[in-house]
């Protein structure tokens, strides 16, 4: 592979070989020689934060290609979710940037060549639009399973014998949705012990990524369970178990996983349970236990996605916030936020939204 | 004497005695040795979960020995099937679609179905309401089936099909197996490398896609700014599809019913009014050009119109599938050619050739000889094997086994001594 090719698209897998074969230690990188490619790699993890993406300077192509891996260790020292998420999706807008400039030849090549997809030659014209290609829908799927724009819905593709016809703008856009799924799956977290001059590029990150933490939503939780700003879905769930109404397995696994994670106290959950419906206390407990992750295997469970629970009939009376989120977590933390400016100024020492982790 | 409807230890018998003889032609699962096996006893409440079998013989003996009243294996495929969920070791499943006429509302269903409020003793037919008028919610059901259900299955399996082969590119010889699910509907097995590992969210927009959930128009040529000439009712997948279901709604739906949708004054004239101009234009011309014909200068409630429309329309050509049986990576779904201990029936595979002919209530049969005298509190008319039997209400009958052990299974009766 070409240092250029492996500049523009460092995570693939021939240009980590490239990195690999020069054979880099740590205490190498903290050598003077490689200034360079510190302060770019704290660039790349200082630009996902600010900007959401990071630039595709491509004058120094060594010192862009070594970098990939360094940002990649600065964000797993960090261990942060939400900061990976951020960072997978800058580097991966990056390379969609790239990506747009390239020949039709060379997107078909990394698609093929690199990502194994079953990519094909289309020619196809639908309400005057060419569609290039055409994806096996079982790659499409993976590959766009971060997108929630209509557009991608599987339902609102033109699909043929097992395959979806793309043009080569969308297949752009799919290679950065599997470039941010390779990149997040390299964010494994690490301690180590890093030289002073790579620690002090990693301290600049994180006061970067403190000062950005609540303006970018990765902020915790309301620190008091608000019923008032649970999403429509949750209340649609806790009206029907009022009403005695039996609920689905998945209704009920939206509202104990939700209410398990704002933070009602377990005991006060069982008796919400039992207290509204013939539920056998032992078994309710052991199953609120189990979706908390205090029994079993341990996993804490988080409420599904919006589009999961529109999947299942349970995202039901959308409001204005809906329309701006994927998640109802996100949509509690908006109306929280927006109930607290309702109220009338509280002294600084007694408003409820404090940081918590998540 | 058994007092217990139902008479379970009657039941568990011939269940025995019918595996005896049969289980050894009951075929194992493909790569018997990565699923994990799950069964019920009669009268017993507990499932046993976490069995596994190193090959078909130990499997049929499993069900000769057992004579299980429900038989199940696991959709995905493990490492270790015998270790608990934490322990199994995912390494994929198949993609399975269970339709259940349970879910349809149907107009037989008042014929063969009641409830009753547990609160205040209110009851009814059909399917039960959302919330009685008492204000609680939590119901007594009593559901039987006859042909209808079945063919209201069958037709929704079809749908199902039809997209699984013609869309997603299946192959109907290799790839896809169709169970009847012993009771009111049938199950669809996809054997694919390529729906394999194909993780919950893949999976949950392959439910949208059969559903047409999330469906948008404006993506399948019902745009006002897209070019283009030509109709769209007879494209592939959900572009064909969405034309045809506004089609068949616009020349199908009694006006009253589309002006209760309450849509702008020029779309509901379209449609309702000047319907023949309207199904002349998706025959003939591009969707779009239905667009402008509303002649409507304000995009965003013309398209939220549409969306109203669609969102009615598209059900007819979605296929109703059950969402989580479809989404859950670890089901546990009904092991074909086994007996279902709540009808006595055998889970069938069918050729897929022979569906559309396909009659369970004649096919599915397992107990084929012999007869039986039961009381019966309540049972509805149905027709087993060509032949009408009921309605009964309490009453002593002597029937064939087959009819006998329907009965039973439904609760709805018990063996006479």
Not at chain 1, 142 to 165: A, M, P, T
Not at chain 1, 276 to 287: E, G
Not at chain 2, 232 to 239: C, I, N, Q
Request: aromatic letters at 8%; a negative charge.
């Amino acid at each position: 592979m070409l240092e250029r090719e492996a500049a523009k698209y460092p995570f693939l897998t021939e240009a980590a070989k490239l990195v690999d074969a020069l054979n880099l230690q740590l205490d190498d990188l903290a050598s003077p020689a490689y200034e360079k490619v510190l302060d770019r790699a704290a660039e790349r993890v200082v630009q996902a934060i600010e900007d959401g993406a990071v630039d595709d300077a491509l004058d120094d192509y060594m010192t862009e290609l070594l970098s990939f891996p360094i940002a990649v260790m600065f964000v797993s020292a960090k261990g942060e979710p939400f900061l990976n998420r951020r960072y997978a999706l800058a580097e991966a807008v990056r390379v969609y940037f790239l990506l747009q400039d390239e020949e039709r030849d060379k997107l078909a090549q990394i698609a093929r060549d690199d990502f194994g997809w079953a990519l094909k030659d289309s020619g196809e014209r639908y309400d005057g639009v060419l569609h290039d290609f055409r994806l096996h829908f079982h790659d499409y799927l993976r590959s766009s399973s971060s997108f929630h724009e209509d557009k991608w819905k599987l339902v609102n593709r033109i699909v043929k014998n097992g395959y979806v016809l793309l043009t080569q703008r969308e297949v752009a856009r799919l290679i950065q949705g599997e470039a941010e799924i390779l990149i997040k799956d390299r964010l494994k977290p690490v301690k180590i012990n890093l030289p002073e001059p790579i620690q002090r590029r990693l301290d600049r990150v994180s006061k970067v990524f403190e000062e950005n933490r609540t303006r970018l939503g990765g902020e915790g939780l309301p620190s008091e369970v608000i019923n008032e700003a649970f999403p429509p879905c949750i209340r649609f769930c806790m009206e029907g178990l009022l009403a005695g109404r039996r609920a689905s397995h998945m209704e009920r696994f939206a509202l104990t996983s939700f209410l398990v994670t704002v933070g009602m106290p377990l005991d006060s959950l069982v008796d919400l349970y039992t207290s509204v419906s013939d539920f056998d206390p032992a078994m309710t407990k052991y199953q609120v236990e189990h979706i908390a992750g205090v029994k079993g295997n341990r996993t804490k469970y988080t409420p599904p996605l919006c589009d999961t629970l529109r999947t299942h009939g349970i995202c039901r009376n959308k409001d204005d916030i809906c329309e701006r989120i994927k998640h109802p977590l996100s949509y509690y933390r908006i109306k929280a936020r927006r109930l607290a400016y309702q109220k009338p100024p509280l002294p600084p020492q007694a408003s409820n939204i404090t940081q918590q982790s998540q | 004497m058994e007092s217990d409807w139902g008479s379970p230890r009657f039941v568990a018998e011939q269940f025995h005695r019918w595996y005896q003889s049969n289980a050894r032609a009951i075929p194992a699962p493909t790569e018997i040795k990565q699923r994990e096996f799950a069964f019920l006893q009669f009268g017993g409440k507990t499932m046993f979960r976490h069995i596994g079998f190193p090959d078909e013989l130990t499997f049929q003996r499993y069900l000769k020995d057992n004579g299980p009243a429900h038989s199940y294996h696991s959709s995905s495929y493990y490492q270790r099937p015998e270790a608990d969920m934490a322990g199994k070791g995912w390494v994929g499943a198949d993609l399975v679609f269970d339709i259940d006429a349970d879910h349809f509302d149907l107009p037989c269903q008042h014929e063969h179905d009641t409830w009753k409020c547990k609160n205040c003793d209110e009851e009814g037919t059909g399917k039960h309401p959302e919330i009685c008028k008492c204000g609680k919610a939590a119901f007594e059901e009593e559901t039987w089936l006859c042909e209808r259900c079945l063919q209201a299955a069958k037709h929704e399996t079809q749908k199902l099909l039809d997209m699984l082969i013609q869309d997603l590119g299946f192959s109907p010889a290799g790839d896809l197996v169709v169970n009847f699910s012993g009771n009111r509907g049938y199950h669809v097995h996809v054997r694919s490398p390529r729906a394999r590992d194909l993780d919950q969210s893949g999976r949950r927009e392959v439910v949208d896609y059969i559903l047409g959930t999330g469906l948008k128009a404006e993506y399948l040529g019902f745009n006002l700014r897209a070019k283009g000439g030509r109709s769209t009712l007879a494209d592939e997948g959900w572009r064909g599809r969405a034309g045809r279901a506004l089609y068949d709604y616009i020349a199908s739906t009694p006006p009253e019913e589309i002006k209760a949708l309450k849509l702008g004054r020029k779309i509901t004239n379209l449609i309702v009014n000047e319907r023949d101009k309207a199904l002349t234009i998706l025959e003939e011309s591009h969707p779009s050009i239905l667009l402008k014909a509303v002649d409507l200068s304000d995009d965003e409630k013309l398209m939220s119109d549409l969306s109203k429309l669609m969102e009615i329309a598209v059900k007819s050509q979605a296929a109703d599938i059950d969402t989580v049986v479809t989404t859950d990576i670890h089901r546990l779904i009904r092991l074909p050619n086994t007996l279902h201990g709540k009808t006595g029936w055998q889970v069938q595979t069918i050729e897929l050739d022979g569906l559309p002919d396909y009659d369970p209530m004649t096919s599915a049969i397992a107990f084929r000889s012999g007869e039986a005298k039961v009381y019966v509190r309540h049972a509805p008319k149905v027709r087993i094997a060509g032949a009408e039997y009921g309605p009964y209400t309490q009453e002593a009958v002597t029937v064939p086994m087959a009819v006998a052990l329907f009965l039973l299974c439904k609760k709805g009766a018990r063996i006479e001594p």
